[in-house]
């Protein structure tokens, strides 16, 4: 239903920023949930931030104030504007879409974010 492909990550000091971005193969328009999740070495999947076609946008709570998740619907793409990054943030971020018509959960293939201490 849709291909997903994250870009954005790599390697910034702590304090720094990143954004990542999630390129959707069609419209975004419609999909009901789309989210960033991201995971640790050693540790589950998370997730971080989630934008519902509704306009409602969920943080966890360790990233609020920080992170910022945004649709860009011509695009169709979804960012995640990382601020006042620390290196807990360290972690292998991952993009998602699920729509309710939708049958299964799509994931991209994750972009390496790394904070320096």
């Known amino acids: ?6 870009s954005g990550g ?18 975004i ?9 991201r995971q640790a070495p050693g540790k589950q999947r998370e997730l971080v931030a989630s934008s519902r076609s509704s306009g409602r946008t969920n943080y966890a709570d360790s990233v609020k104030g920080r992170f910022t998740i945004s649709r860009d619907n011509a695009e169709n793409t979804v ?29 991209g293939q994750g972009t390496q974010v790394t904070v320096s201490s």
């Open 1 to 6: 239903q849709v291909q997903l492909v994250e």
């Open 10 to 27: 790599g390697l910034v000091q702590t304090g720094g920023s990143l954004r990542l971005s999630c390129a959707a193969s069609r419209s």
């Open 29 to 37: 328009f419609s999909i009901d949930f789309m989210g960033w999740y």
């Open 79 to 107: 960012y995640l504007q990382m601020n006042s990054l620390k290196p807990e943030d360290t972690a292998v971020y991952y993009c998602n879409a699920h729509a309710s018509a939708w049958s299964q959960i799509y994931w």
